[in-house]
């Protein structure tokens, strides 16, 4: 039984990589018949911590994917870009809905980038509220992207 962490995460960059990995569930299934005993809920965290976000296919499918760039501020409007990302704004907050799984990197990205304007971020698996500093609009600071 293999067991360590970071040798399972990158088990999960070579499936995701390699291999049209849709669904948690998917990735379970596919560590598992290598050699792994994880559990969706191990999967999940490993997702999150790993940033993986979830991309559209041809087919108007998704599949998870690894952001290909090491620039936070390119992560970010590759996330804001992806089909199914809707943002809204009032006063000095934006909402952002995105693919399930993109939360998290969406964060992770908006706080690398390190904005004068961001007050804080809060997320789940599928969304991320940005709250502004108060003299900031959040329709102006989306005007950016």
């Given at each position: 039984?293999?067991?360590?962490?970071?040798?399972?995460?990158?088990?999960?960059r070579?499936?995701?990589?390699?291999?049209?990995?849709?669904?948690?569930?998917?990735?379970?299934?596919?560590l598992?018949?290598?050699?792994?005993?994880?559990?969706?809920?191990?999967?999940?965290?490993?997702?999150?911590?790993?940033?993986?976000?979830?991309v559209?296919?041809?087919?108007?499918?998704?599949?998870?994917?690894?952001?290909?760039?090491?620039?936070?501020?390119?992560?970010?409007?590759?996330?804001?870009?992806?089909?199914?990302?809707?943002?809204?704004?009032q006063?000095?907050?934006?909402?952002?809905?995105?693919?399930?799984?993109?939360?998290?990197?969406?964060?992770?990205?908006?706080?690398?980038?390190?904005?004068?304007?961001?007050?804080?971020?809060?997320?789940?698996?599928?969304?991320v509220?940005?709250?502004?500093k108060?003299?900031?609009?959040?329709?102006?600071?989306?005007?950016?992207f």
């Amino acid at each position: 039984m293999k067991q360590s962490k970071v040798e399972r995460q990158e088990a999960i960059r070579e499936l995701v990589e390699t291999a049209d990995i849709r669904r948690q569930e998917d990735l379970v299934a596919a560590l598992n018949a290598t050699g792994w005993q994880v559990t969706q809920a191990t999967i999940s965290r490993d997702i999150s911590e790993m940033q993986l976000i979830k991309v559209p296919q041809n087919d108007g499918s998704f599949r998870y994917a690894i952001m290909e760039s090491d620039s936070s501020l390119d992560q970010l409007k590759a996330i804001l870009n992806e089909t199914g990302t809707k943002v809204a704004t009032q006063n000095n907050l934006v909402f952002i809905d995105v693919l399930p799984g993109s939360g998290p990197a969406l964060k992770t990205a908006i706080m690398a980038v390190d904005f004068q304007e961001v007050f804080g971020t809060m997320s789940d698996d599928a969304s991320v509220l940005i709250i502004l500093k108060t003299d900031v609009q959040g329709e102006t600071f989306m005007q950016q992207f």
